[in-house]
């Protein structure tokens, strides 16, 4: 089934929703990563929104348009990993909107504090993200509350606008690297792309232990996996969204995999060249520009840091890492 690419007019639409709410987040060159990249390498810097992360946008407009919709509801409640679940409890605070975030059982501390500092009632069920989501159905029909998926086109639109600043921003890119984690982002970025009629090129990355998405859009249907064992929270996904990747096919050039390893020494790098930090699912992008830094020789690139929210001790680890001038 084919989806189709928003209008320009359509995502300035969600895009104006956005910034009623905050500003559009900078795109840097920082030199010394570009020294170390070979390329000039411009970073969209997610990590500086309200929430951290990049999904604050997707909430933003979804709840937004809800509201229009179905003017009467009083509470929603979603399965998250921490950033959708922040995205959603800043944006229901706004609409007095009472928001519940399950999350499964050793997530992310400081995310899950983050979230319930917004507001939201914290829920822990399930050993991973695709046990946490039944759960979330469930609360939803006992509670009747709304349930928002991970993936929708109104969560597309708002993200979206990212993409639109960063693609109007440096429209010479040749390419750019974006995290996938269920595909809100990059196919935020496929729609920005071919609604400005660019010919920069889409790179999706996933992390070698949740590598779900790289199978699906190799074989060009969904690909489940037994299990998403990475560090990169934000990327750990087992079940792939039909609708994201019937976008992405066609529209990404590739998939490219990276191991945890390449993941921690990104984040370090991006640490020392550029003083920001970075959550495994920002710096993944990273990782995979530099195992592709023959091909990117002499190029303008773009990495998108779609974060930076994590923990104090996995970032121990990765600033542990020991990386080359």
């Not at 997707?58 to 950033?83: C, D, F, H, K, S």
């Not at 921690?264 to 995979?288: K, Q, R, Y």
């Amino acid at each position: 089934m084919s989806h189709p690419v928003p209008t320009i007019d359509e995502l300035e639409a969600a895009a104006a929703i956005v910034y009623r709410h905050m500003q559009a987040s900078p795109q840097l060159n920082w030199p010394l990563l570009s020294a170390r990249c070979g390329c000039e390498v411009w970073v969209k810097h997610e990590n500086h929104n309200p929430t951290g992360a990049f999904k604050v946008r997707g909430g933003l407009v979804y709840l937004e348009r809800l509201r229009q919709r179905e003017p009467g509801i009083e509470g929603i409640v979603t399965a998250t990993r921490g950033n959708h679940g922040q995205s959603l409890a800043f944006a229901g605070s706004r609409h007095g909107l009472a928001s519940v975030v399950v999350v499964p059982e050793g997530n992310n501390p400081d995310k899950n504090r983050a979230m319930q500092a917004l507001g939201a009632e914290l829920v822990v069920h399930g050993a991973d993200f695709d046990e946490a989501v039944p759960h979330a159905a469930a609360l939803a029909e006992q509670r009747g509350l709304h349930r928002l998926p991970s993936f929708h086109p109104d969560l597309v639109a708002g993200v979206a606008s990212y993409s639109l600043e960063f693609l109007r921003a440096r429209p010479g890119l040749k390419r750019v690297y974006v995290p996938v984690g269920l595909g809100s982002g990059i196919c935020g970025m496929v729609s920005a792309r071919n609604a400005l009629g660019l010919s920069t090129e889409i790179v999706g990355v996933v992390a070698a232990g949740a590598d779900a998405y790289a199978r699906s859009f190799a074989a060009g249907e969904v690909v489940t996996t037994a299990a998403a064992d990475t560090l990169a929270d934000g990327m750990a996904v087992r079940v792939p969204s039909p609708e994201a990747l019937d976008i992405m096919l066609g529209n990404v050039a590739r998939i490219v995999t990276v191991p945890d390893e390449a993941i921690l020494e990104a984040m370090a790098i991006l640490f020392h060249d550029t003083h920001n930090v970075a959550e495994g699912a920002a710096a993944a992008p990273l990782a995979a520009l530099l195992s592709e830094r023959e091909s990117n020789a002499g190029e303008e690139v773009g990495v998108v840091l779609s974060g930076g929210n994590l923990d104090a001790q996995l970032y121990r680890r990765a600033l542990a890492v020991r990386v080359g001038q």
